[in-house]
């Protein structure tokens, strides 16, 4: 289980950067050929984003809603577009109280695969769905579904601003639940940091179960980003 109480608060919180242009989907949508023209060039020369993550997790009994255990950690980490993270965590409390900061290190894992990078639309189909009103804002809603469900591709919606086209939120889940994942929700709100868009916050509720070996309980995490410098070539 502890390996969980730590993924849980970085699924796919790395940057989410827009990549270079490429062939566009769904035949003529211009914003959607904009939107790569924007960030086209992020992928050339950056490799990843470092952040001071603050990443606070309640785990839940499912069927009680009872709190069974609160972790509060503070990490640095290097995020990258397309290899694994670099993590040291800096402080961890369990329960209210310090730990050893080996008792907060969680499992490493490969960033989810850009969507609009140079292999992009290979690996995603993309829809305008026009503007709508989201998180008190008019808002650009792009709709994605990737062209092969792993867990580490991405499927939801991402959210622009209608003229400037900066990325303000990506909402979803991932293409494919293994075991003990039964559910997962994930809501980043993203900010430019040197023309790259960065996770500012991070919420992400998972379920685990499996029957008999796994109790069904939910970890709900938030994580706050702090402290940014991109990472160039």
């Not at 008019?138 to 400037?164: A, N």
């Not at 996770?199 to 509720?205: E, G, P, R």
Request: proline letters at 4%; one cysteine or more; hydrophobic letters at 35%.
């Amino acid at each position: 289980m502890l390996k969980w109480l730590t993924y849980v608060a970085i699924l796919g919180l790395s940057v989410f950067a827009l990549g270079a242009q490429s062939p566009m989907v769904n035949g003529s949508d211009e914003t959607i050929a904009r939107i790569w023209q924007k960030y086209r060039d992020v992928y050339r020369t950056c490799d990843g984003v470092r952040i001071r993550q603050h990443i606070n997790v309640e785990v839940v009994e499912s069927k009680t809603a009872k709190t069974l255990e609160t972790r509060k950690i503070r990490m640095l980490r290097e995020e990258y577009f397309y290899r694994e993270p670099l993590a040291a965590v800096e402080k961890c409390v369990i329960n209210g109280q310090e730990q050893d900061c080996e008792n907060c290190r969680g499992v490493v894992k490969k960033p989810i695969i850009p969507v609009l990078d140079e292999e992009g639309h290979k690996n995603y189909r993309l829809e305008n769905r026009g503007v709508t009103f989201f998180e008190g804002d008019t808002l650009l809603r792009i709709s994605v579904t990737p062209r092969k469900r792993t867990e580490r591709h991405f499927i939801g919606d991402l959210y622009f601003t209608p003229d400037s086209l900066e990325l303000r939120y990506r909402v979803g889940t991932i293409g494919k639940l293994g075991l003990p994942l039964k559910e997962l929700k994930m809501h980043h709100t993203v900010a430019l940091i040197d023309n790259v868009p960065v996770t500012m916050l991070n919420k992400t509720d998972v379920r685990l179960h499996v029957p008999l070996l796994y109790q069904d309980r939910w970890f709900k995490s938030t994580t706050r980003a702090t402290d940014f410098e991109v990472l160039k070539k």
